[in-house]
């Protein structure tokens, strides 16, 4: 039996690595999407290595929206250091010194009282250099994209086998079809008489062999050979995308459409109600398999 490589769009992976002080944590989340749209949610630290991720998951995925949260914890020694507004600390200063004054108060300002504006002294930290993490992202990342597209093709491979049991239902019933439109010039035939004789009231002798000629002429203008053919030939080709290693998601999507107007078309030319009836039960099975397609890669 084919291997089923069908791919679905929705997925979620998360993978997460660490080394010495640094942990990274990866979670990636597939959404359907005509296109690629890759949407990352990084820390500024890596800005510099936005285009070389989107690069990364590009190769690894062609459809999709692609959201990507990279998470780095980094415990790693860094240099501190202070800055001092020494502006904001003359203005505070001054204030203090109006208040002494106005008061005429004996206090004095103590550093403390200056620190406790707490805009005076403002922690600065070091950029840490990524290129040290990076390597480490990078595995945790092709782990993520690893585990996406098992996920993916996990989901693809349960909407394969729902195809499938569709596939067959739609056979089965283009079967029956088939058996009907075959007994379709005797029905149109049995109508023909039956009409006559009512509005003739059975005076008139029926013609047998011109009722035959009508009803043959309204067998060939209902005539949906060549609907079934078709249908058949687009189920095959549905089928062997199932099983292409190729991306089938429009492509599948187009053979729906011609399957619908093929049950249009033979709904519009048969006027037998069980053969209405069928292709009703028919649409409603093409609308389900079309709301699955919309899910694969």
């Known amino acids: 039996m084919k291997k089923k490589m069908l791919k679905s769009m929705t997925a979620f992976a998360r993978a997460e690595k660490s080394i010495d002080d640094i942990n990274t944590v990866i979670e990636i989340r ?19 290595y936005e285009e070389e991720i989107k690069k990364i998951i590009s190769n690894n995925l062609s459809r999709g929206r692609i959201e990507v949260y990279i998470h780095v914890i980094d415990n790693s020694e860094e240099e501190k250091s202070y800055e001092i507004d020494f ?50 992202i990078k595995d945790c990342l092709n782990d993520a994209i690893e585990s996406i597209i098992s996920m993916r093709i996990k989901e693809g491979d349960t909407i394969a086998k729902d195809f499938e049991n569709r596939l ?18 005797c029905v149109y ?10 509005l003739t009231q059975g005076v008139i002798e029926i013609d047998e062999s011109r ?12 005539d949906i050979s060549e609907e079934i053919v078709r249908i058949n030939s687009h189920i095959d080709q549905f089928r062997n995308l199932i099983y292409s290693n190729e991306q089938s998601g429009r492509k599948l999507n187009f053979l729906l459409q011609e399957l619908s107007r093929e049950f249009n078309t033979i709904g519009a030319k048969t006027s037998s109600i069980d053969i209405s009836h069928i292709i009703v039960s028919l649409k409603a099975e093409q609308e389900k398999i079309r709301e699955q397609v919309q899910n694969i890669e």
């Open 30 to 48: 597939s959404l359907n999407s005509k296109y690629l749209d890759v949407i990352l949610k990084i820390p500024p630290s890596l800005y510099s």
């Open 87 to 136: 502006k904001t600390a003359q203005a505070y200063y001054n204030a203090l010194m109006k208040i002494i004054n106005h008061f005429k108060l004996k206090d004095e300002i103590s550093l403390d009282q200056l620190l406790n504006s707490g805009q005076i002294l403002k922690l600065e930290q070091i950029q840490k250099d990524s290129s040290k993490a990076w390597p480490l």
């Open 168 to 185: 067959l239902f739609i056979e089965n019933q283009m079967n029956d079809i088939a058996a009907l439109a075959k007994d379709l010039p």
């Open 189 to 198: 035939q049995n109508k023909l008489k039956e009409k006559i004789t009512v």
């Open 211 to 222: 009722i035959a000629q009508e009803a043959a002429f309204l067998a060939d203008k209902s």
